[in-house]
């Protein structure tokens, strides 16, 4: 599956974009160019994106129990070719994570940082229910803004290193 | 320091184990225990391809508190898993299986005519091979 997305219709998923119109009507439009086309992998839904958070759980628990040593975490960090994953996990169980690429450094800041604002923006809101997926709109702004202090961070740090 | 190593074919059977420091047993049969490592291997393959922002990536290697583990995969299905300790670098892991594929696999696995491959590697030579070079990546 794929999504393309062009700077007029936005991403668009099969061959209709939200306003109905045919994508291959777009293409073949010669007032429509000049046309940039990207490809993409289509976004998971919601519920997807809670089915592959319960898979990470229990492959964290897995890694722990199959350690040839005694006394492991569950995973901490795992390497694939194109992107890092990192995660830090509570006292009580629960596990932030964080997709980064090979070159973003202080992830464990980053998630600790993402830890105090849960405490402060969901943990203390009074409307919050335990163990649901969070719904708060001061934890989505202050997330934000701190993952634009990170990549301003980085930017600066690579700029400087350069 | 190097742990252990599995090799699984591309059906799951698991074709060769081997451990050379494990401190802790996992309380299930041998059995058990690789359908719960090649199980895992498969769902972190799937949920790296779900997850990633590329479509055509590949898992490589997780780490722990305590130890790493590597995955190295041939185009035929075949995949080593090396759990190591942290003070060995994901590169150097990545080399140390990927030597261990062209060096003694390739080598004394492939190129031996009795083996058949689908079926667990039930020769001597391999064994002892793979144990020399295991054994001489550890003194470095």
Same mark, same amino acid.
């Given at each position: 599956k794929?999504?393309?997305?062009?700077?007029?219709?936005?991403?668009?998923?099969?061959?209709?974009?939200?306003?109905? !119109?045919a994508?291959?009507d777009?293409?073949?439009?010669?007032?429509?160019?000049?046309?940039?086309?990207?490809?993409? !992998?289509?976004?998971?839904?919601?519920?997807? &994106?809670?089915?592959?958070?319960?898979?990470?759980?229990?492959?964290?628990?897995?890694?722990?129990?199959?350690?040839?040593?005694?006394?492991?975490?569950?995973?901490?960090?795992?390497h694939?070719?194109?992107?890092?994953? !990192?995660?830090?996990?509570?006292?009580?169980?629960? &596990?932030?994570?964080?997709?980064?690429?090979?070159?973003?450094?202080?992830?464990?800041?980053?998630l600790?940082?993402?830890?105090?604002?849960?405490?402060?923006?969901?943990?203390?809101?009074?409307?919050?229910?335990?163990?649901?997926?969070? !719904?708060?709109?001061?934890?989505?702004?202050?997330?934000?803004?701190?993952?634009?202090?990170?990549?301003?961070?980085?930017?600066?740090?690579?700029?400087?290193?350069? | 320091?190097?742990?252990?190593?599995?090799?699984?074919?591309?059906?799951?059977?698991?074709?060769?184990? $081997?451990?050379?420091?494990?401190?802790k047993?996992?309380?299930?049969?041998?059995?058990?225990?690789?359908?719960?490592?090649?199980?895992?291997?498969?769902?972190l393959?799937?949920?790296?391809?779900?997850? $990633?922002?590329?479509t055509?990536?590949?898992?490589?290697?997780?780490?722990?508190?305590?130890?790493?583990?590597?995955?190295?995969?041939?185009?035929?299905?075949?995949?080593?898993?090396?759990?190591?300790?942290?003070?060995?670098?994901?590169? $150097?892991?990545? /080399?140390i299986?990927? $030597?261990?594929?062209?060096?003694?696999?390739? /080598?004394?696995?492939?190129?031996?005519?009795?083996?058949?491959?689908?079926?667990?590697?039930?020769?001597?030579?391999?064994?002892?091979?793979? /144990?020399?070079?295991?054994?001489?990546?550890?003194?470095?």
């Amino acid at each position: 599956k794929a999504v393309v997305s062009t700077q007029s219709t936005g991403a668009v998923t099969g061959l209709y974009t939200a306003g109905d !119109r045919a994508i291959l009507d777009v293409i073949n439009d010669p007032a429509s160019y000049p046309l940039t086309l990207t490809f993409g !992998r289509t976004k998971a839904s919601a519920n997807e &994106k809670l089915m592959l958070a319960s898979i990470f759980h229990s492959l964290f628990a897995i890694a722990a129990k199959i350690s040839p040593i005694e006394q492991s975490s569950g995973i901490k960090e795992l390497h694939t070719e194109k992107f890092t994953l !990192r995660c830090f996990q509570t006292i009580t169980g629960v &596990k932030f994570f964080v997709i980064v690429d090979q070159k973003q450094t202080g992830c464990e800041h980053l998630l600790l940082r993402i830890y105090e604002l849960y405490t402060d923006y969901v943990l203390k809101n009074p409307f919050y229910p335990i163990d649901m997926p969070i !719904r708060c709109e001061l934890f989505d702004q202050n997330l934000r803004k701190v993952i634009e202090q990170v990549e301003r961070a980085t930017a600066y740090n690579s700029a400087t290193l350069s | 320091m190097i742990y252990n190593l599995y090799i699984f074919n591309s059906a799951g059977d698991c074709l060769y184990y $081997s451990e050379w420091r494990r401190k802790k047993q996992t309380d299930m049969s041998k059995d058990e225990e690789n359908k719960l490592v090649y199980g895992m291997l498969h769902s972190l393959k799937s949920f790296v391809a779900r997850i $990633s922002p590329d479509t055509s990536d590949s898992f490589q290697s997780y780490q722990t508190s305590t130890y790493r583990l590597s995955m190295y995969e041939t185009p035929s299905g075949v995949k080593f898993v090396m759990n190591t300790g942290l003070e060995l670098s994901l590169q $150097s892991a990545r /080399e140390i299986l990927h $030597s261990l594929y062209k060096e003694v696999y390739v /080598e004394f696995a492939v190129k031996n005519p009795m083996l058949s491959l689908q079926s667990p590697i039930d020769s001597e030579l391999f064994r002892d091979k793979l /144990e020399a070079f295991i054994n001489s990546k550890m003194r470095e």
